[in-house]
């Protein structure tokens, strides 16, 4: 364990399935659900959700946000292990800059030590390319990077703070911006599912699944085309039972 990562705003903590998380003390929250695991949360809810529905050769993935960078190193390992041959394209933006650097002495699982060399290499130059791989770690605003992209991305991984802690990242508006962003038969995949992001979700376009499995607690899938594999969410009768529950708008913020 390596305590030269903690400072004034990031403290190093132990989760559940033995992986470090942090907790910020600027959003007063954990990078992680500390119960369901950081290396176990994104796997689980995250990185085999969306593989599950994308079985493409060449796959672009916006990871909203970098934070620690497991979405982005739990992609590695997963393709690494089955599909090795497949070429991954990661977009990351990432507000906090100090964060980014802080992360050569984080304290990552055993799993993630043999990219060591693209942990330094996103760390120190925000970029690592090689044959089958790039990844673009970007020091600056989400809302403002999602816009320069159409029609990209495959996989969406939304894994920002919780709405009510970092709502700009979970309006209607900013959803129609990832809409743009993703290609029709894209998924997102998310930790949340309070109604007024689903919502937010719903009307622009993307149907709701629920992510269900052992050890963690239920997710979200958002894709505009059906999902065969996935239970939908009724979003109709949801609205129907909660008629003044509206999305989460920019000009709430
Ligand atoms: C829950 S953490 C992301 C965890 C990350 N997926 C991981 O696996 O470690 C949310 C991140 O969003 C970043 N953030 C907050 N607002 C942002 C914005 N407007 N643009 C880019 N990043 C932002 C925070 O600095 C924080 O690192």
Known sequence: MSREFDDDLHTLTLSEDGSYTAYSKEYEEHYHSTRDGAL??????HIIPAFNVIAKDEVNILDICYGLGFNTLATLLYVDEHSPNKKINIYSPELDGNLIKS?????????????REIIIALSEEGVYERENLYIEVFTGDAREYIKKFKN??????????????????WTK?????????????????????????RLALYENGFHLYLNEGDG??????????????????????????????????????
């Open 40 to 45: 176990f949360e994104s796997m689980k809810k």
């Open 103 to 115: 992360l050569v002495h984080f304290t990552y699982p055993k799993e993630f030590e043999k990219y």
């Open 152 to 169: 990209k991305f495959d996989i969406v991984y939304q894994d920002a703070f919780s709405p009510s802690t970092n709502s700009i990242l």
């Open 173 to 197: 508006e900013y959803f129609a911006d990832i809409k743009n962003a993703m290609r029709d038969e894209g998924v997102l995949t998310t930790y949340s599912i309070a109604f007024k992001i």
């Open 216 to 253: 963690y607690r239920v997710a979200t899938l958002a894709s505009c085309n059906k999902l065969e594999q996935y239970k939908e969410v009724d979003m109709e009768h949801k609205i129907s039972c909660n008629p003044y529950i509206n999305s989460l708008k920019d000009k709430e913020i």
